[in-house]
């Protein structure tokens, strides 16, 4: 996987990731990458998926005011964050073994009554960017 991300994404994998190297690997063009290692059709479809909730969810956490700054982001998140785990625990079930980082949960169940009193994920989680990555 190094190599092919190194080849394809001229990424440069470190054992301590960084948060720029963070950004950069969660990305569509990134699990596109990926999905070409992987054999079975059925897991690339779910990782595609995975990273375009992802991607979906990831503006409202980053959001200072997300019901100012994306209100239609935030209206569908919880239906994504609810698909999310679900991906999550059925077709990663293996690596997860129906549990989620704290962090993960915190992002995923919270964020509606978080944004109900206009804060921050980052704020309420006091992980400062932890949380936002």
Known sequence: LDKHLRKKMNLKPIMRMNGNFARKLMSKETVEAICELIHSEERQVALKELMDLYLKMKPVW???????????????????????????STKFKYRYEGKITNYFHKTLAHVPEIIERDGSIGAWASEGNESGN
């Open 62 to 88: 980053r959001s200072s005011c997300p019901a100012k700054e994306c209100p239609e982001l935030l209206c569908q998140y919880s239906y994504h964050s609810q698909r999310f785990a679900e991906l999550l």
